[in-house]
């Protein structure tokens, strides 16, 4: 009901400002005709909370002719499918797309930047703190506009640590510290081994800050990964594995890194609000005890944690951009149902209900509710190497591969890969 | 007299000629729209540095330059695969031979047999390759926990980057199912009078293995060598999933660099000449089998 | 040579009848457990299908996985858009194969050497480097979002390894097959329809099983191709239940993988007989 006399009210004002105004772009909620093609992606959950905020603006938007489909990303099947769609042009209207991992750079989607000029709207007022700037590209275009994003908590196992007589870790703990207390945890051979912090796949991306440097200029303009703050990162990395803290596994996929949280095999686990509700139930299923405290600070004292986010995009191609416009905006911060169904995923980008309902949501164990991920947000990185920067990202991970598993000195490891990251970075024309 | 055989004999010729092109057309229409076409697309785009959109303007030979001298993945890839299709072929080939000749030993319940072993071809897919994780697991894997029962602490199968390709192979002739199948049909198809007389000359069952089994068995071996060839060298799958490439880049394929150059780097251009090098590669690796046939398949004509 | 003692013969056939058994069935475990695992995770809660060291039989059995699982997604709807897909092809792949392996085999023309090399070096290309330009073709000829894409290729040969398999099984029949038929009056067409289909019974049982295996399993060109959720098949639908954020049900994904593979099994146990029967490799030049 809120959600509905708040639009009308857009509306009537949104009608007097396009008659006040000449060329550019024309949108008005009375004048949406047409049809309107919406591709997202998404499983089980995910798929479901996408569905649901579809179905409330199909059903507030009668005078669309909406389509949409919601595909399983299905290992590698999205990217190569979305490739072929985009650039024959067949693709929806709407795509889903994420600044952290497909769809930056890619000259597929409109600027939004004269849009939102349009609505006159302040964006810091009606959107999630800091949950905007990932879409903005290096030269200002703004390619997608967000949905809802996640950061990470650190959860542990009470029972253990209480077993191992060692304090809980609280807000501004450190990864260092904890090469000194965590091996209060390393025991065990073969099936009965414990570790202190599970290999959670954002576990490179948090160690890529622990040093307590920046991968690369803001403006992406250079590379930062030839600094003695990635080899001290490295040497880090390398002495928790190497004294059996985190599990070496090379693969996320060998067993679930949730899995041995919640069977008491590590102490703890980087929680991403997108899987907080798995988490604390399966540990409540195994009847253990868990608390939660901050992401791990760096050297200089700044929690590190990790952004993963999801948002929409226009193509280029589409005939309707100014419905498919009405969506983003409904979707981002406008219609307060839609920002409550997809609230079940993670932050929605609508602030109010990013304070309000979904803050309010609470998780067994001990004491975490949703405020802390809305707090915490503004403290996170949003994936380093999301999109084209996926050739960086991928030399990362041979990086950490390189010293963790290869035994190689962390020094000529950045020796040897810094340099190829800095020519990546070179062949993305970022700075010209 | 001549003139006549000889137009008699072109119009044979003729009517096979119609008769050849008329019945494999449907598969010629497909070839030249929907093969050809794209490959000579592809083949373009090689020339060109071509971006997400596919739009690009022609570069020469930069990208063959920057594949060979410039990437440090595209030889490591290369090596990759060759090193996988070495191991995983002459394997899949001996053991398909080997499961394919015990099912022809006129074992009971044979149906069951042939069920149980193309069952890992069936159930491949998704569920398979998080089992097979679950498998290789340094710490908690289901091999290491067997290997522990004996005494023997295991490796830390998939993070060892001389290790990790083997385990990929040994995913892969798990689900031999269908080169099974057609090497047993092959051995089925040996005449039962061959073995008949070697009988009668007191020919040990090893003997005959090798000497009549063997050798009357080469055309389906060379079929599975060359099919089991052509797919070995456009691995993807097994390692994208397990592994993502790793450790270090040791199980990083050239199927798997094609996709990253074109599907997540945007690399169109690039990635169609990594390509058109693999599609060369198994071009050569395949006519240098076929050149080799006639020394060693046997053909019973 | 002298004659061995038949007693020593049988002894001796027993014990490689033994041997061979082992041997079977040390195979037979590698190749069902992955199964079986398949099958007890489907009924086990997530806490539990990863527990060390692995239970065989689940401490407390779910059902519920499959009634929640086949839940994710309109599974009934998918069957029916599979088992129309499957069916499709698999009749189109059968007949359209034996047609242009018939040409493969019995006709000589200028240049059939050619579009045999040809034929074989389709193998050959990585899927990935055609995909955007047929994409593109099919978009064009508005068959995006329509089964077309998917059914073409088995309408059109049947793809090259099918064609190949047909073609050595025409090779392996007698000339005079056909010949007498030919001699009779009748045109290679009726042919091809009367005679030499019913002869290559095997071999059409092998490449439909094949075709049928592999499309009941396919997701990659259905999910590349359609748009509409209706028109999904059940390969699509089980990537519903695989999440990319690591938080995968795995008791429920697997209650559907399992109800996904019973009848491809079934249909391969009632199927495998001629399956080996159709295939030819003897004496014939490749």
């Known amino acids: 009901m809120k959600g509905k006399s708040k639009k009308l009210f857009t509306a009537a004002l949104f009608g007097t400002a396009v008659a006040a105004m000449t060329g550019g772009v024309t949108a008005s909620a009375a004048e949406l005709s047409g049809d309107l093609d919406i591709w997202a992606w998404g499983a089980d959950d995910e798929a479901k909370s996408r569905e649901n905020a579809l179905e409330i603006f199909k059903e507030e938007h009668p005078e669309l002719n909406l389509t949409y489909t919601i595909l399983p990303t299905a290992d590698s099947v999205w990217d190569q499918k979305a490739a072929a769609a985009l650039?024959?042009?067949?693709?929806?209207?709407?795509?889903?797309?994420?600044?952290?991992?497909?769809g930056m750079n890619t000259e597929f989607y409109i600027d939004l930047n004269p849009y939102v000029e349009k609505e006159g709207v302040n964006l810091d007022e009606v959107l999630t703190p800091g949950i905007i700037d990932g879409y903005y590209d290096a030269d200002g275009k703004l390619e997608g506009f967000p949905n809802h994003t996640n950061c990470f908590v650190m959860a542990y196992n009470k029972d253990m640590f209480d077993d191992a007589g060692v304090a809980y870790p609280e807000a501004g703990w450190t990864l260092q510290d904890m090469t000194d207390w965590g091996t209060a945890f390393v025991s065990g051979e073969g099936a009965n081994k414990t570790y202190a912090l599970a290999k959670h796949w954002v576990m490179n991306n948090v160690m890529l800050y622990s040093g307590g440097g920046l991968p690369y200029e803001e403006d992406l303009s250079k590379a930062n990964m030839s600094t003695d703050k990635v080899v001290e990162a490295l040497t880090l990395y390398n002495t928790l594995i190497s004294n059996g803290l985190i599990p070496d596994d090379t693969a996320q996929m060998t067993i679930p890194a949730e899995t041995l949280f919640v069977s008491g095999k590590t102490a703890m686990y980087p929680c991403g609000g997108f899987e907080a509700i798995t988490v604390t139930n399966d540990a409540d299923e195994n009847g253990i005890n868990i608390g939660f405290t901050s992401m791990p600070s760096d050297p200089d004292g700044n929690e590190i944690n990790v952004q993963y986010a999801t948002g929409w995009a226009i193509t280029t191609t589409s005939e309707n951009p100014d419905a498919g416009w009405q969506f983003l905006k409904e979707i981002a911060y406008e219609n307060d149902a839609m920002a409550e169904a997809i609230a079940v995923c993670g932050i929605p980008a609508n602030k109010k209900i990013a304070e309000t309902t979904y803050a309010e949501t609470t998780y067994l164990g001990d004491g975490l509710d949703n405020t802390y991920y809305v707090e915490h947000l503004g403290n996170s990185h949003l994936n380093p190497w999301g999109g084209t920067l996926a050739s960086s990202g991928d030399i990362w991970e041979t990086m950490v591969q390189s010293v963790t598993l290869d035994g190689q000195d962390p020094q000529a490891v950045v020796d040897q890969y810094g340099p190829q990251i800095d020519t990546e970075f070179a062949s993305y024309g970022f700075n010209n | 007299m001549k003139e006549k055989r000889k137009r008699k004999l072109s119009g044979i010729e003729r009517r096979n000629t119609i008769n050849f092109y008329l019945y494999i057309s449907p598969w010629l229409l497909f070839f030249l729209v929907l093969t050809v076409y794209p490959m000579i697309k592809s083949l373009f785009l090689a020339f060109t540095d071509s971006g997400f959109t596919g739009d690009g303007t022609f570069v020469g030979l930069a990208n063959f330059i920057q594949a060979f001298q410039v990437d440090a993945l595209f030889w490591p890839a290369f090596k990759n695969t060759l090193c996988y299709v070495l191991m995983y072929v002459p394997l899949s080939l001996l053991l398909s031979f080997v499961l394919g000749w015990l099912l022809s030993r006129k074992v009971k319940f044979l149906g069951f047999w042939r069920t149980i072993f193309y069952l890992p071809y069936i159930t491949a897919g998704v569920a398979v390759t998080i089992l097979w994780g679950w498998i290789f697991n340094g710490s908690y894997g289901v091999l290491n926990y067997f290997l522990s029962l004996l005494g023997i602490t295991g490796p830390n199968w998939l993070g060892d980057k001389h290790l990790a390709l083997g385990c990929i192979v040994v995913m892969s002739l798990w689900s031999l199912g269908n080169q099974i199948l057609i090497m047993l049909a092959g051995i089925q198809d040996i005449p039962a009078s061959l073995y008949e007389s070697a009988q009668i000359d007191g020919a040990s069952t090893l003997r005959q293995v090798f000497s009549i089994t063997l050798p009357l068995s080469t055309p389906t071996i060379y079929f599975?060598?060359?099919?089991?060839?052509?797919?070995?060298?456009?691995?993807?799958?097994?390692?994208?999933?397990?592994?993502?490439?790793g450790p270090v880049n040791s199980t990083l394929t050239v199927a798997m660099l094609i996709f990253r150059n074109a599907f997540e780097y945007g690399k169109m251009g690039y990635a169609s000449c990594i390509a058109w090098c693999l599609f060369l590669v198994i071009m050569i690796v395949?006519?240098?089998?076929?050149?080799?046939?006639?020394?060693?398949?046997?053909?019973?004509? | 040579m002298k004659k061995k003692n038949p007693m020593s013969k049988s002894a001796a056939h027993?014990?490689?009848?033994?041997?061979?058994?082992?041997?079977?069935?040390?195979?037979?475990?590698?190749?069902?457990?992955?199964?079986?695992?398949?099958?007890t995770t489907a009924f086990k809660s997530t806490?539990?299908?990863?527990?060390?060291?692995?239970?065989?039989?689940?401490?407390?059995?779910?059902?519920?996985n499959f009634a929640n699982g086949l839940k994710q997604a309109d599974f009934g709807l998918f069957t029916r858009n599979t088992v129309f897909l499957v069916l499709f092809n698999t009749v189109a792949t059968v007949f359209s194969s034996a047609f242009v392996a018939y040409g493969f085999a019995r006709f000589q023309a200028k240049g059939s050497k050619f579009w045999y090399t040809c034929l074989m070096a389709t193998l050959m290309l990585p899927a990935q480097v055609t995909l955007i330009p047929q994409y593109l073709l099919y978009f064009k000829a508005h068959m995006v979002d329509t089964y077309w894409p998917l059914m073409i290729p088995s309408l059109l040969g049947g793809g090259a390894y099918n064609i190949f398999l047909f073609r050595q099984f025409f090779l392996s029949l007698p000339k005079e097959l056909d010949e007498a038929a030919m001699i009779d009056g009748a045109s290679s067409f009726q042919t091809f329809t009367h005679i030499m289909l019913p002869a290559v019974k095997p071999v059409s049982m092998c490449v439909g099983v094949m075709s049928l295996v592999y499309n009941w399993n396919d997701f990659y060109q259905p999910l590349i191709y359609l748009n509409s959720t209706k028109k999904f098949t059940v390969a699509i639908g089980i990537?519903?239940?695989?999440?990319?954020?690591?938080?995968?049900?795995?008791?429920?994904?697997?209650?559907?993988?399992?109800?996904?593979?019973?009848?491809?099994?079934?249909?391969?146990?009632?199927?495998?007989?001629?399956?080996v029967e159709g295939i030819k490799m003897q004496g014939i030049k490749g």
Do not use: H
């Open chain 3, 47 to 64: 806490a539990e299908a990863y527990q060390f060291p692995p239970t065989l039989i689940p401490k407390r059995w779910l059902f519920k």
């Open chain 3, 239 to 275: 990537q519903f239940l695989n999440s990319s954020m690591g938080t995968t049900k795995i008791g429920q994904m697997m209650a559907v993988a399992v109800v996904m593979t019973i009848p491809v099994l079934i249909i391969f146990f009632l199927c495998q007989k001629y399956f």
């Open chain 1, 87 to 102: 650039s024959s042009g067949s693709a929806g209207d709407v795509m889903q797309m994420s600044p952290d991992y497909y």
């Open chain 2, 224 to 245: 599975n060598l060359v099919i089991g060839t052509i797919t070995a060298f456009q691995l993807f799958n097994q390692p994208y999933i397990l592994t993502d490439g």
């Open chain 2, 286 to 301: 395949t006519g240098i089998i076929q050149a080799t046939q006639k020394k060693w398949v046997f053909y019973n004509d």
């Open chain 3, 14 to 39: 027993r014990l490689e009848m033994t041997i061979i058994y082992i041997v079977l069935i040390l195979c037979a475990i590698v190749c069902i457990f992955p199964f079986l695992w398949m099958l």
